[in-house]
């Protein structure tokens, strides 16, 4: 079973990482994947949706940062780095796109 976190840390490496994330759920559509956006990505990631938003786990120390909240339908995590760590001592392979 794969299980991917995609971490996007900027607003380039997001459009990178929803890419990604739509051809690996093509091929693998049973794949567990998360997309973890935390600094400049979750501005990005907020003024732009996306259908694969259900993806996202978004950075609550940014938001808080930036005065942002996020949306309604939208999972954060407490901090993107802890969130990050956590997954992969769980066994979940990490990307950074």
Known sequence: MVRLL??????SSLE???RNLANLLKLAPDATVELVVNAGA?????????????YLRVCANTLAANGRT?????????????YLAERQADGWSYIRA
């Open 6 to 11: 995609i971490h996007a840390p900027s607003p």
């Open 16 to 18: 990178r990482a929803r």
């Open 42 to 54: 979750v501005a990005a990631a907020l003024d732009t949706p996306h259908p694969l938003d259900v």
């Open 70 to 82: 996020a949306p309604d339908g939208i999972t954060t995590v407490p901090a993107a780095v802890l």
